[in-house]
Each structure stands twice: as C-alpha cells, then as structure tokens.
C-alpha cells in the first residue's frame, strides 16, 4: 500500500530536549516536505526536499532541521524544542517536485512541548 | 498577511444539497490550486485541481472554479453526503511552494 509514515503519531517533551520525528515515503518519490498546521492558520512549509541531499527553507524554518540521505526519509529534528513548537506536523511527498503535483501526507505527528 | 484566505471557519448543509466552499488568494504568481479534505486523526488527502489555464474542472460530484481576475476558487459538492462531512483545506502553488488556507468545516447534516 501507498504510504507517508510519520513517527511517532503523539509526543509530549520537555522545553530543550532534543527529538526526531522520522517520515518515510514508499512510493519512491522525489519530492517531500514538513508542515505544521495550527488552528486559524492552516498548513504552513517547514523544509522541502526536492531530492537526495537537496533540501530547502520553507515559511517556517526556524528551530527546525532536515535531512535527505535517502530517497524514502525526511526526517525532521528539533535541536532545543520550545513550547511555540508544538503543533500538529505532517509530512507529505509528491512523484517530481511539488510543481502542480498533489502531494501524499502522512497521517500527522502531534508535539507537545512543555 | 495570510496569501490564501478561507474566510467561513465553518459551514453547514443539509444532505443532498450543494455545499460551496470559497478562498481567495493574494498573490498572482499562483499558478496551481487544489484543494484537500481531511478528516480528524488523518493527514489532508488530494481532492481536486485546477490549473491557472482553466476556469473549470469536475470529478464526480466535485466541481472546482477558478475566477482568476478576482483571485477566487471554489469547490463545489453535489450532491452533498454525510461522508463529505471534513476539514477543506484550499492550497495555492508556484514552483516548488504551496501555501494553504486555514481550512473550512463542512457539516453534512443528514
């Protein structure tokens, strides 16, 4: 089956601690991307990857890193996680390159950071 | 300054009518508009698409316009079922980037 997975699905931390929240693609795609979604303002980009080792700022980027070592991962880290992270985070991925193409969103990953 | 607007939080519509959902954009380097339907616990699954080239496009019950002078689209469901009770989120695109909207409710009451 086609799939985005995210782990983990829920998390609760503390402000300063390191944490990784892993996404893995099966559908050999290209493109993938974070979001995080908040109440009143939708969906905001974090990082794309257009590809292997290219990665890129979305509109969010800050207190965020990606990396893009293999075609099927994009995990997101939090170096120093403060409480203005915490948030509803997808990870989504589209065949080549976001350009008008639909994108396949993991089921989310809920963070709170206390 | 929110790029794409969906100004009603919330809508509700008696089964079998139409539900019209609406958002506007800001920015006319947008070439790409879809909107995605999710449910709770779910992430936003691709409903329908729309190019900057066309001012129509159906799937099925589902029906997105596009008015690019105004910088508006909207979706239309007909007829409505319980089913498409879910969070509508419309998104605009150019080049590698997407921006969403905040999202709309839509209640399908049977």
């Known amino acids: 089956e086609a799939q985005v997975t995210q782990n983990p699905r829920y998390l609760i931390t503390v402000t300063g601690k390191k944490l990784t929240v892993t996404c893995s693609q099966n559908?050999?795609?290209?493109?993938m991307s974070w979001y995080r979604q908040d109440p009143g303002l939708g969906l905001r980009q974090i990082y794309y990857?257009?590809?292997?080792?290219?990665?890129d700022k979305g509109d969010v980027p800050e207190g965020y890193k990606v990396s893009r070592k293999e075609k099927r991962n994009f995990p997101l880290i939090l170096e120093s996680p403060s409480p203005n992270q915490t948030s509803l985070y997808f990870c989504?991925?589209?065949?080549?390159?976001?350009?008008?193409?639909?994108?396949?969103f993991g089921d989310g990953t809920r963070l709170s950071i206390l | 300054d929110q790029q794409v607007k969906q100004n009603s939080p919330s809508l509700s519509v008696q089964e079998g009518r139409i539900s019209i959902l609406n958002c506007d954009y800001t920015?006319?380097?947008?070439?790409?508009f879809l909107w995605y339907k999710k449910y709770p616990a779910e992430g936003p699954t691709f409903l329908i698409s729309?190019?900057?080239?066309?001012d129509k496009n159906e799937d099925g019950r589902f029906t997105v316009f596009l008015n690019k002078s105004a910088k508006h689209l909207s979706l239309h469901i007909v007829p409505s079922q319980p089913g498409d009770s879910a969070v509508y989120f419309c998104?605009?695109?150019?080049?590698?980037?997407?921006?969403f909207g905040p999202g709309t409710r839509l209640s399908v009451l049977p």
């Open positions: 998104a605009a695109g150019y080049g590698q980037n997407f921006v």
């Open positions: 989504a991925s589209s065949p080549k390159g976001a350009f008008n193409q639909p994108q396949h």
């Open positions: 920015n006319s380097m947008f070439d790409y």
């Open positions: 729309i190019s900057s080239i066309k």
């Open positions: 990857s257009m590809n292997v080792e290219v990665t």
């Open positions: 559908m050999n795609h290209e493109y």
